[in-house]
Nanobody
Framework: QVQLVESGGGLVQAGGSLRLSCAASGRTFSGSAMAWFRQAPGKERDFVAAILWSGSSTYYTDSVKGRFTISRVNAKKMVYLQMNSLKAEDTAVYYC???????????????WGQGTQVTVSS
């Protein structure tokens, strides 16, 4: 069992930065792939970024490549999403997810946080 709690969302102007954090509890964290998804109003939940259990591989959706960075510290059971050069279209609720394999599909992840709101004003 893994519990995930996101934090760090807020209101920021376009071009600004935010760092999201995801605190995990549970014994399986270090062996799990971790990911960030987001859901904008009226839209489906979309993949943003994922990181292998070791941190050695990362994946990003094209729209955030070069702007967002996912990282993890297994000793602290933490996952981060550093978001730079934010755009209005990044506005969404951001969710942290955990699963056995790194993937871009939400159905591949077993555990989800409650989400944190990110609003980017233009």
């Amino acid at each position: 069992q893994v519990q995930l709690v996101e934090s760090g969302g807020g209101l920021v102007q376009a071009g600004g930065s935010l760092r999201l954090s995801c605190a995990a509890s549970g014994r399986t964290f270090s062996g799990s792939a971790m990911a960030w998804f987001r859901q904008a109003p009226g839209k489906e939940r979309d993949f943003v970024a994922a990181i292998l259990w070791s941190g050695s591989s990362t994946y990003y959706t094209d729209s955030v490549k070069g702007r967002f960075t996912i990282s993890r510290v297994n000793a602290k059971k933490m996952v981060y999403l550093q978001m730079n050069s934010l755009k209005a279209e990044d506005t969404a609720v951001y969710y942290c997810a955990s699963g056995p394999l790194i993937a871009t599909m939400g159905t591949s992840y077993d555990y989800w946080g409650q989400g944190t709101q990110v609003t980017v004003s233009s």
